[in-house]
């Protein structure tokens, strides 16, 4: 899946370099180079084991690191993060297929946590260049501080991208033709994509709906909260991930419906703005759980 992995994600990273230039290739490829080259050493030096890096983990853990950060972090932080993900969150439990949680989030929320001002202060977009462009906060981020109104919220923008965010999240167009085409290869099901984006819809929905009653807001919140912040890169890329996901369909339901869940009380009352990465990691934890509970009957076996 690797590769296909990786190619999916060409149309996410041509409009992100549309919208935030050159300096998405610069944190794309330190990011990529810094995953490999950390993976290579531990597995030359301290493991001395075959060595793994061709089968592409490293680069799509790169990748999707680079999508979890702003366009114009410095380029050690980023080496920092790739560190983390390989060094402590990878290699620590034995490589691929051996890791609990997934290693670009936890690359990634070990920076928000350690450099907050680096990984929370993102450029405006200028889709006609880079030189112009200002820090800004996420949509997320100011609806939380009372600065930006759900009317004024420009859908259309946010679809296409052009709105201040992490590389790889802004892009929902891009990564929702991704995430079909993935559907289409058989590279992940609907349950876990589904599962995230439609609980997250129902909690916005609801709460809406007690503190507006009957309103545009009841379809204006959801969509919000599915365009914006982490949720179509998080439901799509993230949280499909083999190796830190249940393996039954049932599983995976209970899977997405608590990483929805969890972003959105973070988001409706926890102190940052977006919950996304969160929710994941501590759902990452929960999937050895739901693993041993949730199992498809027996064949042969006559269901109660």
Known sequence: RMDLDITLMVPAFSLSLLIYGLDVLRVTAIAVVSCVLVEY???????????????????LTGVLLAFNLPSDIPWWIIVIGAVVAIGVAKMTFGGLGRNPFNPALVGRVFLLIAYPVQM???????????????????????????????ADV?????MAGAMPGSMGEIAAVALLVGGVYMLWRKVITWHIPVAVLGSMALFAFVVAWCNGGISSLMYELPAFHLLAGGAMLGAIFMATDYVTSPMTAKGMILYGVGIG????????????????????????????????????????????
């Open 261 to 304: 869940v969890i972003t959105m009380i973070i988001r409706q009352w926890g102190a940052y703005p977006e919950g996304m990465s969160f929710a994941i990691l501590l759902m990452n934890a929960v999937a050895p759980l739901i693993n041993k509970y949730v199992k498809p009957r027996r064949f042969g076996k006559a269901s109660k």
């Open 120 to 150: 929370t202060s993102f450029p405006q977009p200028a889709m006609a260049g880079y030189v112009d462009a200002f820090a800004g906060a996420t949509p997320l981020a100011a609806m939380k501080a009372g600065k930006l109104a759900m």
């Open 154 to 158: 420009n859908f259309l923008n946010m």
């Open 41 to 59: 050493l531990i597995q030359r030096f301290l493991i001395k084991g075959d060595c793994t890096v061709k089968n592409l983990s490293a680069v």
